[in-house]
């Protein structure tokens, strides 16, 4: 079990760093006790999180400064309390059900010895000072039983 960096996007936001994504919990599919928490992100600014069975390289979005590592049906984190702003602090989490991860066709289980991977989605602004978006690296989080 655990969690991987698997896909370094290597974007830097307008804080000056590049916005990271970290687990920490239980890998356990048995357990409730497992959150994402996105940090050095621009202060202020609303994301969310984005999860899929399958990642690749960084791959440019349209309209935005980031990179997605995610493919395949890709589940976005949209809803009640999971649209967040990054605050004064510059961070935002959530926490995850393994019972109920998101797909781009609806919530599924996670399965022992299966591996998601995770991103989240940032608003920010460019050197010029227009609207963008970033991501932050892609972790990959192992299920363990």
């Not at 990271?20 to 890998?27: F, H, K, T, V």
Request: hydrophobic letters at 40%.
């Amino acid at each position: 079990g655990g969690a991987a960096d698997v896909c370094a996007t290597g974007n830097i936001n307008s804080t000056g760093l590049a916005g990271e994504l970290r687990a920490y919990g239980s890998d356990s599919v048995a357990s409730t006790n497992l959150a994402l928490r996105a940090i050095q992100l621009p202060p202020g600014q609303f994301g969310f999180f984005v999860g899929s069975r399958e990642v690749g390289p960084p791959f440019p979005v349209a309209g935005s400064s980031g990179a997605i590592c995610l493919r395949g049906s890709i589940g976005r984190y949209l809803g009640p309390g999971e649209v967040q702003s990054s605050g004064p602090a510059g961070t935002f989490a959530i926490d995850l059900d393994p019972t109920a991860l998101l797909t781009g066709a609806g919530p599924v289980p996670a399965v022992a010895n299966e591996t998601w991977f995770f991103q989240a989605w940032h608003r920010d602004v460019d050197l010029v000072g227009s609207p963008t978006s970033q991501f932050t690296n892609a972790l990959g989080v192992l299920f363990t039983p």
